[in-house]
């Protein structure tokens, strides 16, 4: 959308089987940029306000409004339409294994053939629920506000009561009825089993942990794959076909897993294999495995969930959890004395049990990993599908187990545990590591090339598996928690203390917390990642602030939805940086070589950094398999259903929430494809219980930029523009509004001729104040919708959550033919309003102005440094058209060398400071617009 300054522009029963592997499991195995697309806009409107800006009044208890509908006008204007899909470059298919479509018996159809009706069933049959009442309400209470059976109960005796008067009762009569009709519903089926492991030692000396059995829980992967595939929310974000993308330019261009090489390589040696799968779907199948824990207070008590997908689906599909990335097993940890602790037949009892599971719950993919199988697909049309397995996602240790690697060497290649900042070496590969197996003893394994000799891993009897290519890069772990929290930030806090007294670098520590809260909640973020380098500034050498810069670089490089190979470059360049850069740590001491033992540098975590333009090309972008996933996953899957649970033999019941949300989840999707309910009946995009108001994802078709004011205005304040120029203490209000319907009026004229507008004009027309604004753009590297939309609040009120102000900033562009911050300014917004003039409406914004510091970016943090705009003492200030905004910016003070006073409100930041950091890492959309 055009933007100029100041210019607008327009189950079923748990299951109990025995093992099928007895001798479980020590016998199993013997062979021990983004482009604004704006107008410019010109500053031919500055007017000084007396005082720095208007000071507003409180606000009323109630006026704080959270509207999630936006429009700032009595009568709404139309919605803008939505943008076409940008164009994505030429695709080609891969020639062979091409979908095509055929009928349940695997007889191609002929092209263009319609699909088969889904389901023969009418369009009011709501089967097993009575009616669309019926359905609604057990959603309703089940899923969304997981409702306690004693509260169903509750609420059905009253809704019974209220239904006698008219001879009638509530739609259910207590809470099994509602559990009944759930657990009766035939779609997204996919019940829970369980194994039961035989003993590994019956001696009368052997270990507790030997002679136990142990229970798995899983549901049959095919079943759960089968159901993802038949989903038709999926269809429109799903790739039949690997395919190689380019762009105009002729440069390949990497972003869902079938873009990358992994899927394309695969599909050629099935197919040379097997000529026999020409026309088959390629079904890559991933992976995620994660302990998590749910409650410290009763014991530990946790579970170690693993979880299914499939690589088809475009990747925001499956970090929305739209019913594509599904637990299917939960494995067992055994657990004994301490004394067992270090014990490593323990230990490798421990590995060899999960490898082994997994093996077993996995069997039942084998048949279609050797022959397609025919399978119904989003878009309605039956297809023979190959599966194969793709990604594995999980964190570093449990990529060690996974390998069968010892700890400290990397799964992905062969470099030593002692110097693995060294050059990237040897791939690890199934077939080397078997020769290695076959011609060293287990010590010189263990030793030399950093193999478990005793593990086997579970792919070990699937058709083209290989556990090292399957692990895929971990952003949130490796690189987040890992990288930067675990090292970068603890060796900040041993430089202070290696450089200064205890009791100085005790009150640096302080002042670095003191700067990261302040940051923290002058913005409202919650990642430390976000805020951390503006609070060492100053603190620390700038050796180590730009060398952490360097790294959040490839932090945010590697985040990115869609690469081409310039991008890929760069992120090589980043690492590079990196790795020069932190030699300052080594200089300084915080870390040391070890003589004749490991480098300084010699981390798996911040290795495997390595490996990330490797894996961009293998597995597409790192967000789609990324341990996020898994981890937010963990919230639905294990920790609210645990939450509902008794507590007692919790793991039962939570398998049955889970496989009821499944059917509610599957029978919602249904009911939609059959016109039964709207397309806008879904499941939320984001978790209800984060708290974050401000913004998140959202599900709507894609354009390029929106900005609206608030469903309701504050009627406190006076509409008028004499009355609200003394509420607001702003004498200037009337000129600045004049001018800025004089630029307005000038703009639509097309006309080189000044415009003037005598303020006296606009005395009676009415004015609305709004206390926030709603931004809507398209930022798909981002926690986002679908369709890559992500909302964002705007707010500008006197009492922010009942306590101070808050207004906040923004991007103003000024000049869309300059790339990135260069045509941009950011503004405070002091004020937010709207009114109408001879028919036309101007919702508008009050803001302050800063202006760059110097030409380009401090090279010590790579932020652009901005301060307040003056003429004389006093802050520039201006009305723009809402248009002219393109969304949230967040500006961090320049803190220098002082500290912050203790109890400093942050609320009073950009009044108090000179100097401000706009944070290009407040997340991935600002990055690459502020840059």
Known sequence: MPRGRGRRQRDTTLQRIPCPWPG????????????????????????????????????????????????????????PPPSPEPPRGEKNYHPFLNARPCDEQGTFLPDGSPPPPRRPAAQDDWTPFE??????????????????????????????LSMMKHDDLGPFRDYKEIYEAIDSTSVGDAPWKCMVTEPFDTSADAPEWAKRRYEVWYRDPDVVVSNILDNPD????????????????????????????????????????????????????FFGADKTTVSVATGDVEYHPGYISIGNPHNNMRRAHRSTVMPFVFLAIPKSDRKYDNDPAFRSFK??????????????????????????????????????????????????????????????CTALSTNLDGHICGRRERGLTEELIAGFSPDVLWDAYGIDADIVPFTHDFPRADIYEMLSSDLLHQIIKGSFKDHLVTWVGEYLYLAHSKAEADNLMDEIDRRYAHCDLFCFLAQILCVYLPAIKGLVPDGIVQAISSFLDFCYLVRREDFDEDTLDAVDAAVVSFHHRREVFRTLDVRTDVPGGSSAFSLPRQHSMVHYRYGIEECGAPGGVCSSITESRHITAVKKPWRRSSRFEALSQMLLTNQRLDKLAAARVDFVERGMLPSTY????????????????????????????????????????????????????????????????????????????????????????????????????DPSGVRGMRRERIRCTPSWRKKNSRRDCAFAVEDQDKPG????????????????????????????????????????????????????????????????????????????????????????????FNAFHVNKYADHHTNEIAF
């Open 234 to 285: 999926m269809d429109g974000a799903f790739d039949t076909t690997p395919y190689v993308r380019v762009d105009a330019q002729g440069k390949r261009r990497w972003s869902d897993f079938m873009s990358a090489n992994f899927a394309w390589r695969h599909c050629d040696r099935i197919y040379k294999d097997d000529p026999s799968t020409d026309g088959a779907m390629y079904t890559p199948i």
């Open 24 to 79: 479980c499991p020590a016998r199993l195995r013997s062979n021990g940029g983004v482009t604004n697309h704006v107008n410019s806009i010109h500053r031919s409107s500055n007017v000084v306000a007396p005082n720095g800006g208007p000071e507003l009044p409180p606000a009323s208890p109630d006026e704080d409004h959270n509207s999630d509908d936006f429009n700032g006008h009595d009568e709404p204007p139309p919605s």
């Open 821 to 912: 911050f260069r045509g941009m300014s950011v503004v405070r917004v002091k004020l937010l309003f709207s009114f109408d003039h001879d028919g036309v409406y101007y919702p508008c914004a009050l803001v302050e102005w800063f202006k760059k510091v110097g030409r380009s970016p401090d090279p010590c943090t790579g932020m652009w440094i901005v301060e307040p705009e003056l003429r004389g003492k006093k802050r520039v200030v201006t009305i723009l058209h809402l248009d002219s905004l393109l969304r949230g910016a967040h500006l961090i003070p320049v803190y220098g060398t002082k500290n912050i006073p203790v109890g400093f409100p942050y609320y009073h930041s950009l009044d108090a």
């Open 351 to 412: 590995k060899k049990l999960y490898h082994a599971s997994l093996a077993a719950v996995l069997a039942s993919l084998k048949p279609g990993m050797r022959k397609p199988v025919v399978r119904r697909c989003p878009d309605g049309h039956f297809r023979r599908v190959i599966y194969d397995f793709g990604p594995f996602i999980a964190d570093y240790p449990e990529q060690v187990v996974l390998a069968g690697i010892v700890q400290g060497w990397c799964a992905k």
């Open 682 to 781: 879904a499941p939320p995009v984001a978790d209800p219980d984060d708290g974050d108001d401000d913004g998140g994802p959202l599900d709507v078709p894609r354009v390029e930029g929106n900005v609206v004011l608030a469903r309701t205005r504050e009627r406190r304040y006076p509409r008028y523009l004499d009355e609200l120029a003394k509420y607001i203490k702003l004498p200037t209000f009337a000129t600045l509004l004049a001018a800025f319907l004089a630029d307005q009026l000038q703009s639509d004229s097309h006309s080189d001729d000044s415009f003037e507008v005598e303020p006296s004009l606009l005395d009676s027309t009415p004015i609305s104040v709004f206390h926030s604004a709603i931004t809507t753009f398209y930022a798909p590297s």
């Open 131 to 160: 009616d669309e009442v019926q359905f609604k309400l057990a959603d309703f209470l089940f899923r969304k506000v997981q409702m306690s059976s004693t509260n169903i109960d509750a609420l059905l005796e009253m809704w019974a």
